[in-house]
């Protein structure tokens, strides 16, 4: 009888290798993204002074909560391989007609019907463009954000830049939504609400497994009987009356609609905690995980830099490096193959 010989170096080498290669690939990048989060609150627990406090940590989810709400409706695009520069625009607009609205005295519900009105119009004429002009969404949603943030400083904002809450019944009540409920911020809850509306669409629907076929493969998609052009106009009128909701839960906050936010780099944010929990750019990808992931990472990482007085520069450099990191790790993660570059991508 012959004795097994022990593994070679290389062959011990190749194998070592082989496991860690396939430990690596088990975990998803929400996975990733959640234990760096936890990494960073550990470290910044213990070098932070008041990082590790209850106030603290309410404060850090109260302050990711709106872009948590937008990159929900981000990920409803991006997941069917599109993509929405002016959902921010669209959400400021919606918010101050609202505001509007009740400044002249109507009720609540008709005030913010009329937002809700003029989101679902911007999300209509992003999807119309997209799906039947054939404009690329980077292109054609840009535009549209321009045009938006124009049209809105003459019509809507009458050469200002900000509108004020009235104090109107409606208004009053409306304010409510800023408060907090058992020490919560209420824009908290109505984030982890909408990602609970949203995770449900999205895996128990018939419409939300097509938005992921539409992403993974859209001429696939077509070949197989689904209606692309109407549910890419779907995609963005979700996209953009779920930022309606978020533009609302800021404006209770605030107590006014900000039209430089347009201007601001909320957009940039929205993206880098969509792409970064792990909603691929290539489409077909993601879930409302991903963005809970991405949403705490980037709070944990924003709240520590403002406890360490960092400035605003520097604080646009870390999220300049993390949103590029995350890209080459969502290129590593899911390569862009043949076929999906000669789909435009």
Known sequence: MTASRPLEPASRAASLGSSRAGWSHRLSQEQIVLGVAILLVVIFSITLHGFATFGNAIALLNSVAVVGILSLGAAIVIIGRGLDLSQVASMVVGAAVAALMMSKGLALGWAL????????LIGLVNGIVIAFVEVPALFATLATNLLILGLARIVVFSGDFRIYLPKTEA????????RDVGGIPIPVLVFLGMALLVHLFLSRTRIGRLIYAHGDNPQAARESGIAVRPLTI?????????????GLVLMASLGDA??????????????????????????????????????LLIGVILNGMTLMNLNNDIQNIVRGLVLLGAIVLD??????????ARQGE
Do not use: K, W
């Open 331 to 340: 290129n590593r993660l899911h390569p862009r193959d043949e076929e999906t």
């Open 171 to 178: 208004a009053t009540a409306f304010r409510a939504l800023g």
């Open 113 to 120: 019907l009329g937002g809700l009105t003029i989101t679902t």
């Open 234 to 246: 779907v995609e963005y009128v979700l996209c953009a009356d779920i930022g309606f909701i978020a």
């Open 258 to 295: 900000d039209a430089q936010i347009i201007t601001g780099p909320m957009i940039f944010d929205v993206i880098l905690v969509t792409v970064l929990g792990g909603v691929s750019l290539v489409g077909g990808r993601g879930s409302v995980y991903c963005v809970l992931a991405g949403s």
